[in-house]
């Protein structure tokens, strides 16, 4: 298996262009709804799903208590697999933000801002995005078309 380091690289480089498709070409068909939603977010699931089996019964720790989390973490494998389920989630809420933004008409110039704050700081960017978004439809209630 890789070290460590070499899958906290490359997440890190598979997210990027997912995130660059996001801000420079929001609409194009398959930046959003495919790329961003499914194909980068499901490679990272496979290589966190892949490194998960085959660390998980070599570190201490769990999820019962920071403590716990943080021996669970101090095992530089499932450090990495934590890593990639931020990168992964907040490039998956990005996505959700675009295709959300184009059906409601919100302009994309005012949601760059929000793309770079979920990439950066995750619920912080979905937070300033649920904002925007219920100043601009004066609702707070989130209804996706049904095809």
């Not at 690289?9 to 930046?31: D, E, H, I, Q, T």
């Not at 960017?125 to 049904?146: D, F, K, M, N, P």
Request: glycine share 8%.
């Amino acid at each position: 298996m890789p070290s460590p380091e070499t899958l906290f690289s490359f997440a890190n480089l598979s997210v990027l262009p997912g995130w660059l498709l996001m801000v420079f070409a929001p609409r194009w068909r398959y930046a959003a709804p495919l790329v961003c939603a499914v194909l980068i977010p499901g490679l990272l699931a496979l290589v966190y799903l892949v490194v998960i089996s085959v660390s998980w019964g070599g570190a201490e720790g769990g999820f019962s208590s920071l403590a716990e989390v943080q021996k669970l973490f101090g095992y530089p494998y499932l450090l990495v697999v934590g890593w990639i389920h931020y990168l992964a989630f907040d490039l998956f809420v990005g996505a959700w933000e675009v295709r959300d933004s184009g059906r409601l008409g919100i302009p994309h110039l005012l949601v760059v801002p929000c793309l770079l704050l979920t990439f950066l700081f995750g619920p912080v960017g979905l937070l300033v995005y649920l904002i925007l978004r219920a100043v601009r439809t004066r609702s707070i209630l989130i209804e996706e078309a049904v095809s």
